[in-house]
């Protein structure tokens, strides 16, 4: 059985600069001897779930824009920047760039966050698909779908990390 802190340091980063969510995973006893990538994610999402609005809008402002200034300096944490790299983020053209700083703008300044999607599987084209469709919500339906894809990250950060059952 880990120690609070050695379960904090090894999956405090799983939600995005977010240490809290296991923080009170461990403090509210959820976590059982044997971790499992579908045992820590449950006990992490019950609690994302539980956070109040203002933490979990605080969980959704801590991801990176795609595709952004911070991933060109290299200034991304190593899941995000493996996370982009691995659907093609880090090779856009000029205009796909271009596209994504224009969406990503439009997207933060009409939700409050940033565009957030499970990038694994996808390449630049489904993502640039998804985010000119999403962009288009409701503030209501795009804070769910954004929290969906946070647990999704979540989920997939684990998977590679921990047995899944």
């Not at 993502?127 to 339906?141: C, G, H, M, Q, V």
Request: hydrophobic fraction near 45%; charged fraction near 25%.
């Amino acid at each position: 059985m880990l120690t609070r802190d050695e379960f904090v340091s090894r999956f405090g980063g799983v939600f995005e600069h977010s240490p809290f969510i296991a923080e009170r995973a461990y403090d509210a006893g959820g976590i059982g001897a044997a971790l499992t990538a579908k045992a820590v994610h449950a006990a992490l999402c019950v609690q994302f779930r539980a956070a109040s609005e203002a933490e979990r809008l605080g969980v959704l402002r801590a991801h990176p824009d795609l595709a952004c200034k911070l991933a060109i300096a290299g200034e991304l944490t190593a899941d995000s920047r493996n996370e982009q790299a691995g659907a093609g983020l880090d090779r856009l053209s000029p205009e796909e760039h271009a596209r994504f700083t224009e969406l990503n703008a439009a997207y933060t300044q009409k939700f409050g966050f940033p565009f957030i999607i499970a990038v694994k599987g996808l390449n630049r084209h489904d993502i640039l698909s998804a985010f000119e469709t999403r962009i288009s919500n409701d503030a209501a339906t795009e804070f769910t779908t954004a929290m969906a894809q946070v647990e999704k990250i979540a989920w997939l950060r684990l998977s590679s990390m921990l047995p899944e059952s």
